[in-house]
């Protein structure tokens, strides 16, 4: 990439630049915008409209927009733009986590029945700490007060605990994203996607990152603009009017294929044209592109094809594409575990002398966020944490600690394929397997220690650890 040939970590002679804090102006508008962000993102998913406005994109535009203004009236720079952009896309998919995060805990209480006894499971195997207990506060939970207020009372301990939680959670991923990062960026050179386009749109990137004019005087821009906006505006209009023609955002292949054997390759056979995906697939690799759609035609159909043909039975489930990603995300990690090698055991020399990497010019040091010590034991200590959490509300040790490794590996991986390609959607996140993979591999007698389901519960209530929502 332009940008990574250009920075200042790729020239050792290059002195460090300084490190100028975010503004106090940024600070205060990335978290007034983020609490909007966020509570737009709430009401769209709650009435059923999906993510709803991507509104960090129309704040990068904006920013852009009335940078003139933003720059005079209060004194804001490009950079601050960037920074409130990330502020408010990180805020804004909160929610997401958090609708799947506390019904975990509170489902049982709320659908609790004399016949199903959830109630008395929920005593058993789910720890007082970890929610309210008041059945009246899991039913307004539910279905929101008598007086339309919402009773924060019961929730302050519980809601306090889980936020250190997820901060120690976030913490170590940051701890292994620091470590990794200089192979990232410097021996791999990933492309960076995500930070490509507001680098560009900004124009705060610099050789390729940096537009000829503006971004509004870019005709490219406007074409590929006006392409996408009456794609969508057709799809929106459709959805208020059917009457309205719309191209939709994906053609169905499968319908063609309705006679035995070829019926069995009709499930998700689907051309999807979405701009949005065409446009990061310009910025990923052309081998990944290319592995894409051929492993899709050439393996998973064939799969299909040979077992219709063959008379196999199909158990629920098949061709298990949740399973095989999980598989592959393991091997990824493999590969690029013995990839880097010779630079992670520098790292781990470097953290057991404290310094930093052999040969390190210190001018790259400015770029690092910790020290390699720092990074290592981050991680380490935030691992023995986040599986202390769950020892104590009862899971076997080992099962918390295989859990949490696959959590760590799936999404170390999911952030580099992030890193090189974009990855637009969380769909390619293996979904639910950090915890299937273990009953899957072992059955649930294993994991059943004295009789007792503890261990299938938690592993049962932490799907909110399987959408891939990380800070990557």
Request: glycine share 8%; with cysteine; hydrophobic share 50%.
């Amino acid at each position: 990439m332009a940008a990574a040939a250009e920075s200042p970590q790729s020239d050792p002679t290059r002195e460090s630049p300084a490190l100028i804090p975010v503004s106090a102006r940024a600070t205060v508008l990335a978290l007034v915008i983020g609490v909007f962000a966020l509570r737009a993102s709430a009401r769209a998913i709650l009435n059923g409209l999906g993510g709803g406005p991507d509104v960090p994109l129309l704040v990068l535009f904006g920013g852009v927009a009335l940078y003139p203004v933003l720059s005079r009236v209060l004194k804001l720079s490009r950079r601050d733009i960037i920074v409130i952009y990330c502020f408010v896309m990180i805020a804004g998919n909160g929610f997401d986590l958090a609708q799947r995060f506390l019904p975990a805990y509170t489902v049982p209480r709320y659908f609790h029945t004399p016949e199903n006894n959830f109630l008395g499971l929920a005593d058993e195997y789910i720890p007082s700490w970890f929610a309210p207990q008041d059945p009246e506060v899991i039913r307004q939970f539910f279905e929101g007060s008598d007086d339309g207020r919402m009773h924060w009372g019961p929730w302050l301990k519980p809601l306090a605990l889980w936020s250190l939680f997820f901060m120690v959670l976030w913490w170590t991923l940051f701890c292994i994203t620091a470590i990794l990062r200089r192979h990232w960026v410097e021996h791999e050179r990933l492309a960076f996607p995500l930070v490509t386009v507001p680098l560009y749109i900004t124009s705060a990137g610099s050789g390729r990152l940096q537009p000829r004019t503006t971004i509004w005087r870019e005709p490219l821009m406007w074409v590929g603009f006006a392409v996408s906006f009456l794609h969508f505006l057709t799809i929106m209009l459709h959805a208020l009017n059917p009457g309205v023609p719309t191209a939709g955002t994906y053609y169905d292949v499968g319908r063609f294929l309705t006679e035995k054997p070829l019926d069995a390759m009709r499930p998700l056979f689907m051309f999807i044209y979405n701009p949005a995906l065409t446009g990061m697939a310009y910025f990923a690799p052309q081998d990944l592109c290319f592995s894409m759609w051929f492993f899709f035609l050439g393996y998973f159909k064939p799969i299909m094809l040979f077992v219709r043909m063959a008379g196999l039975p199909e158990p629920s489930g098949f061709p298990f594409y949740w399973e095989q990603s999980a598989g592959a995300f393991v091997a990824i990690a493999l590969f690029y575990a013995w990839a880097a090698r010779e630079y992670l055991g520098r790292v781990l020399r470097a953290a057991l002398t404290g310094g930093w990497l052999p040969g390190e010019p210190e001018a790259r040091r400015w770029a690092e966020p910790m020290t390699y010590r720092g990074a290592v034991l981050g991680a380490i200590a935030g691992f023995v944490f986040l599986c202390g959490w769950y020892i104590l509300a009862g899971m076997t040790p080992w099962v918390a600690g295989a859990f949490f490794a696959m959590v760590i590996v799936f999404a170390t991986i999911f952030t580099r394929g992030r890193a090189e390609t974009g990855v637009a959607s969380l769909a390619s996140f293996p979904f639910w397997q950090a915890s299937r993979q273990l009953k899957s591999f072992l059955g649930s007698q294993p994991l059943m220690v004295n009789g007792r389901m503890t261990n299938l519960v938690m592993l049962g209530s932490l799907i909110f650890l399987h959408f891939g929502l990380y800070p990557e």
